[in-house]
């Protein structure tokens, strides 16, 4: 077990490249070893920095999306809060980051591709964020956050935010009176009570094919029709 994930961690990115992608870096390596860490791997992992992290990111959200939008109502505000903090942004942000590159996982969480599960790189973003703010205070934790939210926000429609990938996609598609998407598994992973499937959203009309990877078959659906709704972003 410690052999595989020795090489895993050889092989890894420098955590130097994880930092200048951040914007921040430690000066207590341990936090950010922590943050890093999986509890599959060790008894000193992530979790309760998770918790942290969660508080602080909603928080920073929170003030960011009242300043930013004050058209906006309270029912807007929360709609776009929850949809920036759900497991979907945070996992899109992670891979951007390729965060799962970094982890240390278990044998077992290694096989089963946990590196790439959207839950597992979600949690790990929020222990990010909960090792920098006891690193380096809540300012440099609200300028990480908004350092990886802002731009993510200058890309998308806000009045688009409360709908799923799978409603957009759809929508986007039926406005233009093209084929609806079809999802099919392609692999599922790991023993029965913790699954990882991967699924293939296709567009053969748009010559359109991307995957997305989850704890459900809903949750790989979703990751794979956001895949295609952002490439449909680009080409269109």
Do not use: W
């Not at 920095?49 to 508080?55: K, Q, V």
Request: charge should be neutral; hydrophobic fraction near 35%; proline fraction near 3%.
């Amino acid at each position: 077990m410690q052999n595989n994930n020795s090489r895993r961690e050889q092989s890894a990115p420098g955590n130097g490249i994880l930092c200048q992608k951040l914007g921040y870096a430690f000066t207590q390596p341990k936090l950010l070893q922590q943050a890093l860490t999986h509890r599959s791997y060790a008894p000193e992992h992530y979790e309760r920095l998770e918790f942290l992290g969660d508080s602080i990111l909603g928080c920073v959200i929170a003030r960011y999306l009242y300043t930013a939008y004050p058209q906006l109502s309270e029912g807007e505000l929360s709609r776009l809060r929850s949809n920036l903090v759900r497991e979907e942004t945070l996992a899109t942000l992670a891979q951007q980051l390729d965060l799962g590159s970094h982890l240390k996982l278990g044998e077992g969480e290694l096989k089963g591709g946990g590196f790439r599960r959207p839950s597992t790189l979600a949690d790990a973003m929020e222990a990010l964020i909960g090792a920098v703010m006891l690193d380096g205070g809540f300012a440099e934790a609200e300028k990480a956050v908004l350092g990886l939210f802002v731009p993510y926000l200058e890309k998308v429609d806000v009045q688009t935010l409360g709908k799923d990938a799978k409603t957009l996609l759809q929508e986007h598609l039926q406005a233009r009176r093209l084929a609806l998407p079809t999802y099919s598994i392609v692999a599922t992973k790991g023993e029965a009570h913790e699954q990882s499937f991967e699924v293939e959203c296709a567009i053969p009309s748009l010559r359109i094919s991307t995957r997305g990877t989850g704890s459900s078959r809903r949750n790989a659906e979703q990751q794979a029709a956001l895949a295609a709704y952002q490439q449909l972003g680009t080409t269109s």
